[in-house]
């Protein structure tokens, strides 16, 4: 489910699960994770990551894991990895990037993002909450007024707002990125190691408040949560109670 590619220093990192819209599960995790392992061990000067077909990802995978509690702190483990290789990532978003698919867009030091790709989180829609990292990253990479419609509203986010943000750097398909990255591989490792380092030290990784990891924990714990659950099974809108 997950496919390398190696061009000169320029890794490329598919999801691969097209049936499934590139949907996260536990499996899916563990090989993206080793993969990124691979591709630095092999010697990339630059890793590109995105997805087969229409989809970057949808996200975690609903019908699989993501209510098991051990689920989120795997996909935070793994956003955490990808945010600190050594080596420049570049996400191509070719299609929409939701949920946990955005995180992993956002964990990566560029993005290049098709025309007709939108970017979200839709997790208060189905009762479940993403960690402190995810909140701050998107602030700073969008700003407090988009961040909180994409949150609190579950606003989409379109590629040329994205790009008038900044939260898309180019506007372009994946040979568009990887090209790029071809680019940027022959620039001074050390250089751009050191900029990635001061960059991601915007204040996301700081640690949380007990309060608002404990406000977090309550909604994966939540009645609600299970309601979504049992919504999505039946296939009709859930009636969340705040419980």
Same mark, same amino acid.
């Given at each position: 489910?997950? =496919?390398?590619?190696?061009?000169?220093?320029? /890794? /490329?990192?598919e999801?691969?699960?097209?049936?499934?819209?590139?949907?996260?599960?536990? &499996?899916?995790?563990? &090989?993206?994770?080793?993969?990124?392992?691979e $591709?630095? &061990?092999?010697g990339?000067r630059?890793?590109?990551?995105? !997805?087969?077909? #229409?989809?970057?990802? %949808?996200? $975690?995978?609903?019908?699989?894991?993501?209510?098991?509690?051990?689920?989120?702190e795997?996909?935070?483990?793994?956003?955490?990895?990808?945010?600190? #290789?050594?080596?420049p990532?570049?996400?191509?978003?070719?299609? %929409?990037?939701?949920? $946990? !698919?955005?995180?992993?867009?956002?964990?990566?030091?560029?993005?290049v993002?098709?025309?007709?790709? +939108? $970017?979200?989180?839709? *997790?208060?829609? +189905?009762?479940?909450? =993403?960690?402190? @990292?995810? +909140?701050?990253?998107?602030?700073?990479?969008?700003g407090?007024?988009?961040?909180?419609?994409?949150? +609190? !509203?579950c606003?989409p986010?379109?590629?040329?707002?994205?790009h008038?943000?900044?939260?898309?750097?180019?506007?372009g398909?994946?040979a568009?990125?990887?090209?790029? *990255?071809a680019t940027?591989?022959?620039?001074?490792?050390?250089?751009?190691?050191?900029?990635?380092?001061?960059?991601?030290?915007?204040?996301?990784r700081?640690?949380?408040p /007990?309060?608002?990891?404990?406000?977090?924990?309550?909604? @994966?714990l939540?009645?609600?949560?299970?309601? %979504?659950?049992?919504?999505?099974?039946e296939?009709?809108?859930?009636?969340?109670?705040?419980?």
């Amino acid at each position: 489910m997950i =496919v390398s590619t190696q061009s000169g220093p320029v /890794t /490329t990192i598919e999801l691969a699960r097209e049936a499934k819209r590139n949907a996260l599960d536990e &499996d899916m995790l563990i &090989d993206l994770g080793s993969a990124f392992t691979e $591709a630095v &061990d092999s010697g990339a000067r630059v890793i590109v990551l995105t !997805g087969r077909g #229409t989809v970057f990802s %949808a996200g $975690a995978d609903l019908s699989g894991p993501i209510y098991d509690p051990t689920f989120p702190e795997k996909l935070v483990a793994l956003i955490a990895k990808i945010e600190s #290789t050594p080596v420049p990532v570049v996400a191509a978003l070719n299609g %929409a990037a939701l949920g $946990a !698919g955005l995180q992993l867009a956002m964990a990566a030091d560029l993005r290049v993002m098709a025309p007709d790709a +939108i $970017a979200g989180i839709p *997790a208060a829609k +189905i009762g479940v909450a =993403v960690d402190e @990292w995810t +909140i701050r990253r998107l602030v700073s990479l969008v700003g407090s007024g988009q961040a909180r419609g994409m949150f +609190i !509203g579950c606003d989409p986010l379109s590629a040329d707002r994205a790009h008038d943000l900044g939260f898309a750097n180019r506007i372009g398909d994946l040979a568009d990125a990887q090209h790029w *990255a071809a680019t940027i591989a022959g620039f001074a490792p050390l250089t751009l190691r050191h900029y990635k380092m001061v960059l991601n030290g915007d204040g996301a990784r700081d640690e949380a408040p /007990t309060e608002r990891h404990e406000a977090m924990l309550a909604a @994966w714990l939540s009645d609600d949560v299970k309601e %979504a659950r049992r919504a999505r099974e039946e296939k009709r809108a859930p009636v969340f109670q705040g419980k």
